[in-house]
Nanobody, 118 residues
Framework: VQLVESGGGLVQPGGSLRLSCAGS????????LAWYRQSPGSQRELVAE???????????SYAESVKGRFTISREESNDIVSLQMNDLKPEDSAVYYC?????????WGQGTQVTVAS
């Protein structure tokens, strides 16, 4: 599985960005997907995750710090997992990584930088 993130950049506080992670090599529908972030000097932290469920069986969860501002979604047809980030704050600045898990194996992308500054 190869994961490629995109959509990062520089944005002012209160602004929005949409991150995308495109997968290849397998069908995304088999994988639990997540977004993590890591800022300098900090451990990688879980931001949002989404399971393999469809419809009412789909479960999303978020870190407390991003609840109500970030939304994770997946497009099975295109093997894409996205993270819509609204009302961004300086503390959201970090490298964001997407993650795919199946059968005890975890795959990571290379990360995309998000910087929130005025």
């Amino acid at each position: 599985v190869q994961l490629v993130e995109s959509g990062g950049g520089l944005v002012q506080p209160g602004g929005s960005l949409r991150l995308s992670c495109a997968g290849s090599g397998r069908v995304f529908s088999y994988y639990n997907l997540a977004w993590y972030r890591q800022s300098p000097g900090s451990q990688r932290e879980l931001v949002a995750e989404i399971n393999t469920g469809v419809g009412s069986r789909q479960v999303k969860s978020y870190a407390e710090s991003v609840k109500g501002r970030f939304t994770i979604s997946r497009e099975e047809s295109n093997d894409i997992v996205s993270l819509q980030m609204n009302d961004l704050k300086p503390e959201d600045s970090a490298v964001y990584y997407c993650d795919a898990k199946v059968g005890g194996i975890t795959y990571w992308g290379q990360g995309t930088q998000v910087t929130v500054a005025s």
